[in-house]
């Protein structure tokens, strides 16, 4: 291309024109430097828009000041082929999936001498797989005999390239034999309907909640044709801190005998470490959380993590190699999971997600729901951010309505249909990555430990560009505080520019070399974004899916609004800590199909103890969901109280939402409600703020003393205790509202 005219040739493009289907061309030009990507302009064209046999022209400003412009002309002509019928569900659409067997059978041709190895690659572009290939050694016409699959569009023109390597003979023949099927019925669900699993959990639920609700309002009987109503408990991030908490908040529902009122309880963060650890007692809420309690004490107040030894390491070497080896990507988060399976259960736990279906399968416990957000790397997570939710059931993305089978996260699909299965990830895992924000912290103290040789100051190179996603993740950073006083892991080494020249010279069959080398790697490239297989690949988005009432995109959210560079086109997913855009899952409680009536929100956040209520708050406004106004300066007068009632008394549709901030208010001052404190022992015990300088509660703090760790517990518990007459008014709203609204 010349300054001042080039021509370029004709593309031909085959698409589906259709009332159902987006099809939108994206166009970018780049300059001519193939070694870095420095993009000039783009343009997104809606083919939906063209006529038939007519010719539409676009241009591309290029530089205003030269006046240099890129004309493109679009034509619009009917193809031969003929529609298929897809399956959809308002916004992600799929066609039929072919799966395409190849047996390649034997090689024809080839004289016997001089022959060493004869390979075949076999090339289906538009198919999920792409590539495969086969070799074989010796002999004038090998036989193979081996079958290779590809699954692929039925609405495409697909193709199949053999290639034969490793020779310059001519007139070869290679006997082929293909067969092309339908897939079974897919795996991935496309609706935005509660699951299967969900849908009968509340109906046993609901049955035991009424029981729950006679007692607690005090009513004879309630009749089977009641509503009950939803009450949804969230808890938020925080690390180990909301952990804690939300063991104490829990224990204080437990205690005010409502804890059979409460249909959901979400987590973010630490408080998915709460739920996680609870939920492996699948009878939890009737066993009661005293002895529960007493473990986690005993765990987190047990001294230091020994880390590093032979056998850590060793258990940390196998499960990344295996997982490497079935072509999946491991991180910091994977390594942060092994820090957290040491430091909450203190050996191997091959515990699944799966697994916590035995926790609600008769209704006995609140329905778990954890989140995390899907994010892309170039862009800030504050401003683009899609909620994923994980529950024993199902992990999805509820905002295309696209969920697979817990068991199945991590494997391997396209178009709906398994292609790939692995192994459902131990539950440790995912405590990695819905805390992912700590994981950054884990890379500040290998990086002490494995700091580059050739750096002329012993320090990492921080020149290096990151992620934008990545520096969200920073914002989690050590500052003052040093990460073994932090969390407990301890080195067994005498310092650790020891332990990295001892790296070095370690044999390269040893686990601790193997770790030092993925250590190595993941902290100069990788990060702490969990890169899964993303199952919404081969599917397209429908026409005009913006409209759709279940789809939710953000004004001001431009991804959202060029349908090209939305989740269903991305190779993965990238998966991070759901605090790094609300504190709280108030998005996964208000989904239209869950909507509850009431939900205690308790907020464990270093942050404003009120901005995830806002962000929430904010988020529904621009979404149109029902909640109430947080209008907190009119509602408080001077210090914080423990308990905030926020409601729209005009609108049965808004929840109810009480809001618990971690405070310590009459808690200094009484050891249980009515209960003042007494003894100097009494008295220093509730003498303690939890948001301060130096604080020991600190979110990077991994590690408490037993006083620090009852404290916390005793807070949390008490206040929820001495707002019980507040919670019991706020059951009883909902009640009435349920009623109403069944009534309307």
């Known amino acids: 291309m010349n300054d001042y005219f080039a021509l370029w040739k004709q593309i031909c493009w085959r ?24 993009q000039i302009s783009s343009l997104c064209v809606d083919l939906g828009g063209l006529k038939m046999g007519g010719r539409e022209r676009e241009k591309i400003v290029l530089d205003e000041k030269k006046r240099m412009l890129l004309e493109v002309e679009f034509f619009l002509e009917k193809s031969e082929s003929h529609p298929h019928p897809v399956f959809t569900n308002g916004v992600l659409m799929a066609r039929q999936c072919w799966k395409v067997q190849v047996c390649v059978l034997h090689l024809r041709g080839l004289p016997a001498e001089g022959i060493h190895s004869h390979a075949i690659v076999l090339s289906a572009p538009d198919s999920y797989e792409r590539i495969a290939s086969t070799t074989k050694r010796k002999g004038a016409e090998p036989v193979w005999d081996e079958y290779f699959t590809f699954h692929t569009d039925s609405g495409r023109d697909n193709l199949l390239f053999v290639t034969l390597h490793d020779t310059s003979h001519m007139g070869l023949q290679v006997d082929l034999n293909l067969t092309a099927t339908d897939s079974a019925s897919p795996i991935l669900r496309l609706g935005f309907c509660l699951s299967d699993g969900e849908k009968d959990f509340l ?3 609901a049955k035991i909640a009424a029981l729950a609700f006679t007692k607690v309002l005090n009513h004879q009987t309630i009749s089977k044709s009641c509503r009950v109503p939803v009450v949804a408990v969230l808890g938020s991030g925080g690390g180990v801190r909301a952990m804690t908490s939300f063991y104490g908040s829990l224990s204080g529902l437990e205690r005010m005998g409502i804890l059979d009122c409460i249909a959901y309880a979400f987590g973010v963060s630490g408080s998915n470490w709460a739920l996680a650890t609870i939920y492996q007692d699948p009878c939890w809420s009737t066993h009661g959380l005293d002895s529960a309690i007493h473990e986690l004490r005993a765990r987190l107040t047990g001294g230091k993590l020994n880390l590093l030894t032979s056998d850590w390491l060793r258990h940390c070497r196998d499960a990344l190699r295996d997982k490497e080896a079935r072509g999946l990507r491991t991180c910091l988060t994977d390594l942060w999971g092994f820090v957290l399976e040491w430091m909450l259960y203190g050996q191997e736990n091959p515990a699944r ?33 899609e909620w994923v939710e994980f529950t024993p059931h199902e992990v999805g993305l509820p905002k295309y309505g696209a969920f697979i089978p817990a068991r199945n996260f991590e494997s391997e699909f396209f178009m709906g249909h398994m292609v790939r299965q692995h192994p459902e990830p131990p539950l440790h895992y995912l405590l990695g990555l819905w805390g992912s924000a700590f994981a950054k912290s884990l890379r500040d103290l290998f990086n002490d430990l494995l700091k580059k040789q050739n750096s002329p100051d012993g320090k990492q190179d ?88 279940d789809f939710s995109p953000w004004k001001d959210n431009s991804c959202d609004h060029h349908s090209n560079q939305l989740s269903p086109f991305m190779k993965k997913l990238h998966l991070v800590d759901a605090g790094l855009s609300i504190n709280l899952a108030f998005p996964l409680a208000q989904r239209s199909q869950r909507r509850a009536h009431l939900i205690l929100s308790f907020d464990y956040s270093w942050d404003k103890p009120f901005e995830a209520l806002k962000q929430a708050a904010a988020y529904f406004s621009e979404h149109h969901v029902p909640f109430p106004s947080v209008d907190v300066e009119a509602d408080s007068h001077g210090e914080l109280r423990e308990c905030y009632l926020f409601e729209d008394q005009g609108n049965a549709s808004v929840p109810l939402v009480l809001h618990f901030p971690l405070v310590n208010q009459s808690f200094r001052n009484f050891t249980q409600p009515g209960v003042p404190r007494r003894t100097k022992i009494e008295q220093e015990d509730g003498d303690f703020k939890v948001f301060v300088r130096c604080s020991p509660y600190s979110t990077l703090d991994f590690r408490y003393t037993e006083r620090e760790f009852d404290r916390l517990v005793k807070l949390a518990r008490y206040n929820v205790l001495n707002n019980a007459a507040l919670i019991h008014k706020a059951l009883g709203k909902a009640w009435n509202r349920a009623q109403r609204k069944k009534l309307g």
């Open 15 to 38: 698409t589906k024109k259709s009332d159902h289907d987006q099809n939108v061309m994206e166009l970018i030009l780049f300059d001519d430097d193939r070694t870095v990507n420095n």
């Open 203 to 205: 109906k046993r639920r």
């Open 353 to 385: 997600l799966s697994e916590q279906q035995e926790a609600v399968r008769h209704g006995q416990n609140p329905y778990p729901i954890y989140a995390a957000v899907n994010v892309k790397r170039d862009v800030e997570s504050c401003k683009f951010s």
């Open 462 to 549: 921080t020149e290096k560009q990151e992620p934008l996603v990545d520096r969200d993740l920073a914002q989690v950073s050590l500052q003052s505080k040093d990460l073994t006083e932090l969390t407990g892991v301890t080195v067994p080494a005498s310092s650790a520019r020891g332990i990295a020249e001892e790296a070095l010279s370690i044999e390269v069959s040893t686990p601790e070399r193997f770790i030092k080398q993925v250590l190595h790697e993941a902290l100069g490239t990788r990060l702490s974004v969990s890169h899964v297989p993303n199952f919404l690949s081969g599917h397209f988005l429908v026409q005009n899916f913006e409209q759709f009432p």
